[in-house]
């Protein structure tokens, strides 16, 4: 008999087809019993149809997740919190639960409340882009990106799996780790460079655009992002993106001084700490992904 908790075996929901959840969905077609989606906005419910990237879809969730063995949550942040508030009043039974939210700490601590028929655990994959949209989806978005997975005390062994597989199947590679964690490791190698990518835009005068060039661009690509699914970030993670900020405004201090007062040999030092200090953590990255 088929293992029931495999992936093929599954009905799969995924609520919200942005970029992350359009790419999972992408990702993920064929390798899974269903694959049906909940979003509320109609042309991107057209789109999904059209292009056959879910059997079924709809704007609201009561038709679709009373159905569904494993619900995943793709939406911005303060929307999975209020997703997860009505799961209780929609399914009825004992399904899996598990986001792409990043940040954890507010979303694993909404899902202890829960009742003890659902299963949740907590996810995020380290990749995107700064357009958003199902129209910007790509099957290949998550190959080769760590996902991160954060399960609680009363997750499941069949939650463990199943969010496993599905990590699998798009590509990507598990790590597993505690909400807070995730959400201060986070703080500096994700949030931290959206809020310099902001801070060079702002901080660029308009005259010097005929000379950008991509140094700037790549730099400032993130300012690109939505606003709005990054403010939900920032405002979910306060004290560890303070913390980062800090530690960044310290650094960035030291190079001004060494600026201001001529000292040629400790910028050259702070430079050449900073060469060493991006080689050795892309090294650490790179040795983690081949394991």
């Known amino acids: 008999m088929d293992n029931p908790d495999t992936l093929s075996n599954t009905r799969i929901t995924i609520v919200g087809l942005g970029l992350m959840g359009g790419s999972l969905a992408l990702a993920l077609r064929g390798r899974c019993r269903s694959l049906w989606a909940v979003d509320p906005d109609p042309e991107t419910q057209r789109l999904a149809l059209e292009q056959k990237i879910v059997e079924r879809i709809s704007g609201d969730p009561a038709p679709i997740l009373p159905e569904t ?6 939406a911005p942040v303060r929307v999975i919190l209020h997703l997860i ?9 004992n399904p899996v639960v598990l986001d792409l939210g990043s940040t954890k700490t ?5 899902y202890q409340c829960l009742p003890e028929r659902f299963d949740p655990i907590g996810g995020h994959p380290m990749c995107g882009k700064e357009t958003s949209g199902l129209a910007q989806a790509e099957a290949d978005l998550f190959r080769g990106a760590p996902f991160a997975l954060t399960p609680l005390e009363r997750t499941s062994p069949r939650a463990r799996s199943l969010s496993a ?8 590679r598990a790590i597993w780790l505690d909400p807070a964690t995730h959400d201060r490791w986070t703080a500096a190698a994700s949030h931290m460079p959206y809020l310099l990518s902001i801070a060079l835009s702002l901080a660029t005068p308009p005259e010097a655009a005929p000379l950008i060039g991509p140094g700037f661009k ?9 606003t709005v699914m990054m403010g939900d970030i920032l405002n979910t993670n306060r004290e560890n993106v303070l913390s980062a900020l800090s530690l960044f405004r310290a650094q960035l201090e030291q190079l001004e001084l060494n600026l201001r007062q001529g ?4 910028l ?4 050449i700490r900073g060469q060493q200090a991006r080689q050795h953590l892309l090294a650490a990255q790179a040795e983690g992904g081949a394991r």
Not at 268 to 271: I, P, V
């Open 263 to 266: 000292d040629e040999a400790g």
């Open 69 to 74: 063995e494993l619900i995943i949550l793709a």
């Open 85 to 93: 508030s009505q799961l209780p009043e929609i399914h009825p039974g």
């Open 106 to 110: 507010q979303i694993c601590q909404a």
């Open 218 to 226: 790549s730099v400032s690509r993130l300012a690109g992002s939505s």
């Open 268 to 271: 050259m030092a702070g430079l």
């Open 165 to 172: 597989q599905v990590v699998e199947a798009v590509g990507a």
